[in-house]
C-alpha cells in the first residue's frame, strides 16, 4: 500500500541527487490523494532531461545574459537566412502547375491516403474564456464554434471525395476531458465516432531562472504546462495515432491549428504539391501585411528551411527589404503543415528531432514556507517544442503561399486589443463568402453579414450550383447545412 503511494523516502532518492529535494517539503501535510498526485509527477520528472537542458543553458549563466546570448543568436541567424524557395501565389517557383498539383492532391485524397491532426491544447485565456480555445463561438451568424466550423471544412472534403479522412485532435491536460465531452455532446459535429481519436499532450515543469528549483504550484503539485505544440510528435506515437495511421494505409497528414476558422482543411493543392516536389514537410505561408505582424517567417538557413519565430526576429531584420521593395522575411508561418506518415515516424526515433526552446516567464509558485508567490517579472524557465522545428528533419521541405483572405484568420486576442481578434476573423469569414456570392451570380452589399457552412458549399463553384445567378441578398443570411435562413449576427460582429 505503501508503494502505491509511493514513500517519501522512495522520492527523496530520486530526487537528491538532483538537488531536488525540496519537492517533497511538505510531504507530511498532504493527503493520501494528494501523496498520490505529487508522488506521480515526481515518478514522471526525467531529472536526466532537467540535466540535459540545464547544461544548455549554460548553468552559470545569469538570465539576462542569456537574454543577450539568445538575441544575438538569433540576430546572426536572420543576418545569413536568405527568403525560403516558395511556390507563389501566381504558381511560379516550382516546375509543376497549380492544376497539376490539384489533381494529384484530389488523387491522393480518393485513394484515402490522407489523414489529419488538429492541434487543440489551448484554453481561450487570451479571448477571456476558460474553455478550450475550440469551444469559442465564431460563426459570425451560426455562433458555430470553432472545433464545428474546421470539423465541417473536414466533413465537407470527406463527401466531395469519398474519403474517410481520420481526426487526430490534440489535447492538452487542462482540455482533454472537457473537449471529448464537448465533441460528444455533439456527435462529433457529424463526423463518425471512429474516425475521431484524442491524444494527450504531455507537460514540462518549470525552473527557477538560478535553475535550482523546480517549482511547486501548490504543496501537492508541480507547476507544469503543456509541451508546446510540438510535443504531438511523442503524443501522436504514445497514444497510438501513428500506428492506426499506419493500419489505415495513411501516406499524408494535414495539420492546422484549432485558431483559424478560414483553415483550408485538406487543401489538395498543398496536399498535391507537397507530392509533387516530393517534399516531406510543406508549409502554407501567407505574404505579411505589416513587417511586425505577429507570425513567424519561413526562411532559408544554411540551406534548410526553417521558422524564425516572431519573438526571435529582430525588428531590424522584421524591416528588411529586398532590392524591389518587398520583404525580405514575407512568408508568414500559418501552422498549416503536410507531413509524409514516414517522416513523422522516422522523427519519433530520432533523438535529435524537436528541441525545447527555453523561455523566461512568470510562473506563480510556493516557497519554502508554504507562501503562495506571483511573480511581477519572469521568474523562471519553461520549456516548448514547436512543430516546425520538424522542417530541419525533412529531406526536402516546400513553402507554398497562400491568399491570407482565403485562409487566415487568427483568433488569438480579445476584442479589445488591435489583431488577431474575434470580430477581425468574423469580418474576414464575411468577406470570403460575399466574395464566393458574388463570383457565383448574386448580388450582395459590402454591408450585409453572411456565412456560409461549408455543408452548403464549400467554394465559389459548389456555391454557383446551388443558387440563383442574379438574385440579390439583402438580408444577413446564414447558408446553414438545410440551406440559406435569416440570421442576424453577434453584436461583436
Ligand atoms: C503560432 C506560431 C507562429 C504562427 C502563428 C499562426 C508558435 C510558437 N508560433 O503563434 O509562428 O505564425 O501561430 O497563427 O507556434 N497549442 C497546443 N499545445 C501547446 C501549445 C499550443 O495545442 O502546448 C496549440 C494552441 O491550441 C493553438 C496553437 O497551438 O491553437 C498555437 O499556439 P500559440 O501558442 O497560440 O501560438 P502563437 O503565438 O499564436
Given at each position: 500500500m505503501q508503494d502505491a503511494v509511493m514513500s517519501r523516502e522512495k522520492l527523496l532518492r530520486k530526487l537528491e541527487p538532483a538537488g531536488q529535494?525540496?519537492?517533497?517539503?511538505f510531504w507530511d501535510e498532504l493527503s493520501p490523494s494528494e501523496q498520490a498526485r505529487l508522488g506521480k509527477q515526481i515518478a514522471a520528472l526525467d531529472l536526466d532531461l532537467f540535466a540535459q537542458l540545464k547544461l544548455q543553458a549554460g548553468a552559470s549563466t545569469k538570465s539576462n545574459e542569456s537574454a543577450g546570448a539568445h538575441q544575438a543568436k538569433w540576430a546572426a541567424i536572420a543576418a545569413r537566412a536568405l527568403p525560403p524557395p516558395a511556390m507563389k501565389l501566381?504558381?511560379?517557383?516550382?516546375?509543376?502547375?497549380k492544376e497539376e498539383a490539384i489533381h494529384c492532391g484530389e488523387q491522393a485524397l480518393r485513394a484515402n491516403q490522407v489523414g489529419m491532426i488538429l492541434v487543440?491544447?489551448?484554453?481561450?485565456t487570451r479571448l477571456?474564456?476558460?474553455?478550450?480555445?475550440?469551444?469559442?463561438?465564431?460563426?459570425?451568424?451560426?455562433?458555430?464554434?470553432l472545433f464545428q466550423v474546421i470539423i465541417e471544412s473536414l466533413l465537407a472534403v470527406r463527401r466531395r471525395f469519398g474519403t474517410p479522412i481520420p481526426l487526430y485532435i490534440m489535447t492538452s491536460p487542462a482540455t482533454d476531458d472537457v473537449t471529448r465531452a464537448f465533441l460528444a455532446k455533439h456527435n462529433y459535429?457529424?463526423?463518425?465516432?471512429?474516425d475521431v481519436r484524442f491524444f494527450c499532450q504531455a507537460t514540462m515543469w518549470a525552473v527557477d531562472d538560478r535553475w535550482e528549483k523546480i517549482l511547486l504550484?501548490?504543496?501537492?503539485?508541480?507547476a507544469l504546462a503543456p509541451d508546446?505544440?510540438?510535443?504531438?510528435l511523442k503524443a501522436f506515437e504514445n497514444n497510438g495515432c501513428l500506428s492506426d495511421c499506419e493500419k489505415r494505409g495513411l501516406k499524408y497528414l494535414f495539420y492546422g491549428q484549432?485558431?483559424?476558422?478560414?483553415?483550408?482543411?485538406?487543401?489538395p493543392l498543398l496536399l498535391g504539391s507537397h507530392q509533387l516536389a516530393t517534399s516531406e514537410m510543406t508549409t502554407q505561408v501567407v505574404r505579411k501585411?505589416?513587417?511586425?505582424?505577429k507570425v513567424g517567417v519561413l526562411a532559408e538557413v544554411d540551406g534548410k528551411v526553417q521558422v524564425i519565430e516572431y519573438s526571435d526576429l529582430p525588428e531590424e531584420h522584421a524591416r528588411q527589404t529586398l532590392p524591389d521593395g518587398?520583404?525580405?522575411?514575407w512568408a508568414g508561418n500559418l501552422a498549416v503543415h503536410v507531413f509524409d506518415v514516414a517522416l513523422l515516424k522516422r522523427a519519433t526515433v530520432s533523438a535529435t528531432a524537436l528541441p525545447f526552446h527555453i523561455a523566461h516567464k512568470k510562473t506563480p509558485y510556493i516557497n519554502d514556507l508554504g507562501e503562495q508567490i506571483e511573480p511581477e517579472k519572469p521568474n523562471s524557465f519553461r520549456f516548448e517544442r514547436f512543430i516546425f522545428d520538424l522542417l530541419a528533419e525533412a529531406n526536402h521541405a516546400l513553402v507554398v503561399e497562400a491568399d491570407p483572405a482565403e485562409a487566415f484568420a487568427p483568433?488569438?486576442?480579445?476584442?479589445?486589443?488591435?489583431?488577431?481578434?474575434p470580430r477581425l476573423a468574423k469580418q474576414a469569414m464575411m468577406a470570403l463568402h460575399r466574395r464566393w456570392l458574388r463570383t457565383a451570380g448574386v448580388k450582395i452589399g459590402d454591408d450585409v453579414p453572411v456565412e456560409i457552412s461549408p455543408l452548403f458549399a464549400g467554394s465559389p463553384q459548389e456555391l454557383a450550383a446551388k443558387v440563383a445567378s442574379g438574385a440579390i441578398v439583402r438580408e444577413p443570411t446564414y447558408y446553414s447545412p438545410t440551406g440559406p435562413v435569416v440570421r442576424h449576427p453577434s453584436p461583436d460582429s
Open positions: 529535494q525540496h519537492l517533497v517539503r501566381d504558381g511560379s517557383g516550382v516546375n509543376f502547375t487543440a491544447g489551448g484554453l481561450g477571456g474564456c476558460n474553455e478550450p480555445k475550440g469551444m469559442f463561438p465564431i460563426g459570425p451568424l451560426s455562433g458555430r464554434p459535429f457529424g463526423l463518425p465516432a471512429g504550484s501548490s504543496k501537492s503539485e508541480l508546446g505544440h510540438g510535443g504531438m484549432i485558431d483559424n476558422p478560414l483553415l483550408q482543411v485538406c487543401d501585411r505589416d513587417p511586425l505582424e518587398s520583404l525580405k522575411f483568433v488569438k486576442n480579445a476584442n479589445s486589443e488591435k489583431t488577431d481578434n
